[in-house]
């Protein structure tokens, strides 16, 4: 047990270090590339190839951890980041748009690479090193995504101020560097305890044949679509549009409080992640119970989008208590949104056997690859169609279709669950 906890706690600082510098880099390249004039579309095509590669990776990451082991997928991931950031470094102002988009898009598409490693690497051995109490599961894997979540938000803080006082270059030259350096402590302090890999993977086996893990993955789609559709490219340009006077000064001040935003956003998002188990009493609670909560929470957060798409629409022009009731009604989503995160992290590793959870992990992050895909491309075709109103009022939209998803998640028979005992 105590091997297990050092590994964990290793896997978890790893996986913190990467996360702080995603959330950083989303951030510099979003507003450097928004300061420069580029349309909420171009924008999200910056992210877009980010998020195919998600998806790409996601599919063969767990094949890949199966047969390579899971400190492998961990090390590549984290060494492929600090070689995206060096790349961007490289960026010439001088370039056309094209060449900046293409250029930019390529780093990205690697940073999706590396980032899907990873998350699947830590992931995966939270199932294999989590505590067999009851609820040890629930509390390992939402203290990881909620810690997690927590120190990306500080990435997106970090970022815009990075971005306001030493530029692009400045900013990710110095988070390579910082990352390299973890990376080689890891290495040197990983203690042994997870899965070296087996030769015999077959990549047939990523595609799951567990009706649960399917119906999962596809409500983890549109869930994450329903929060990346306004969080990508609308919410972001909408505040800068309001904020920022077009000074140095007013940029900073714009950028500041963007990121402090969106850093608070992501961290009550973590927090509320990392006390979820507790907050559902999901000790004492079988797994049948779990799956109804999550048809209710996700049913619950529909009306919140919807409700602000609504406003939106009859205050066409910003006004001081709309911008409060906004940023209260987008903190209260990420509240429960958390809550149903948490409860898709959990039942995806309670519903996944323990030979092949690599394959089922990679398979469900594929899927939330796909739905962070689909709200980023959403997300700058509905602001610059129609504003914040429909980017709230298509996540509405997105979360029925969770809520489909969820509806048909069944208990899982007792040989092939995995539930905390």
């Known amino acids: 047990m105590q091997r297990a906890g050092a590994a964990y706690v290793a896997v978890t600082a790893a996986y913190w270090a990467f996360m702080l510098t995603d959330g950083a880099l989303r951030m510099l390249v979003l507003l450097h590339f928004h300061t420069l004039g580029f349309s909420p579309v171009q924008l999200a095509y910056l992210f877009v190839l980010y998020e195919i590669a998600g998806v790409i990776t996601n599919l063969s990451a767990g094949w890949i951890a199966a047969r390579f082991g899971l400190t492998s997928t961990l090390y590549a991931g984290l060494a492929l980041q600090v070689a995206a950031l060096v790349a961007l470094a490289q960026l010439d102002p001088s370039w056309t748009v094209a060449a900046s988009v293409i250029f930019v898009m390529a780093v990205q598409g690697a940073s999706g690479v590396a980032k899907d490693l990873s998350k699947m690497s830590a992931k995966s051995a939270v199932k294999l090193l989590a505590p067999s109490d009851q609820g040890g599961l629930f509390r390992w894997v939402a203290l990881l995504t909620g810690s997690k979540n927590a120190v990306k938000g500080l990435g997106f803080l970090i970022g815009a101020l990075l971005l306001g006082w030493v530029g692009l270059k ?10 390299a350096l973890i990376l080689i402590v890891i290495i040197w302090k990983m203690p042994s305890g997870l899965p070296s890999g ?3 993977a077959k990549f047939r086996e990523v595609f799951s044949k567990s009706p649960n893990v399917n119906w999962l993955s596809f409500a983890r789609v549109f869930l994450f679509a329903a929060r990346d559709v306004w969080f990508v490219v609308g919410i972001p340009i909408y505040f800068y549009a309001v904020l920022s006077d077009g000074t140095v000064a007013g ?16 961290i009550l998002y973590g927090g509320v992640q990392a006390v979820a188990p507790r907050l559902l009493k999901a000790r ?6 779990i799956i109804q909560e999550t048809r209710r929470w996700v049913a619950a957060l529909i009306a919140l989008p919807a ?12 006004t001081p208590w709309f911008t409060v009731t906004l940023i209260v009604g987008l903190l209260l989503f990420g509240a ?28 469900y992050y594929m ?55």
């Open 307 to 318: 409700a602000l798409a609504l406003l939106s629409l009859l205050t066409p022009d910003p």
């Open 284 to 289: 004492a609670r079988p797994e049948a119970e």
């Open 170 to 179: 400045g900013a990710v030259l110095g988070m390579s560097a910082i990352l």
């Open 336 to 363: 429960l949104f958390a809550v149903n995160s948490a409860l898709h992290s959990y039942l995806i590793l309670a519903f996944s056997s323990g030979d092949r959870v690599t394959m089922d992990v990679g398979f």
């Open 198 to 200: 087996r030769k015999d």
């Open 367 to 421: 899927a939330n690859a796909a739905g962070r895909l689909l709200g980023t491309v959403l997300s700058g075709l509905s602001y610059q169609i129609g504003g914040l109103p429909l980017c709230l009022g298509t996540a509405a939209a997105l979360l029925v279709l969770s809520t489909f998803g969820a509806a048909q998640l069944r208990e899982a028979p007792a040989e092939t669950a995995s539930r905390p005992t």
């Open 251 to 266: 940029n900073r001040a714009a950028f500041f409080t963007i990121g402090s935003f969106m850093a608070l956003w992501i």
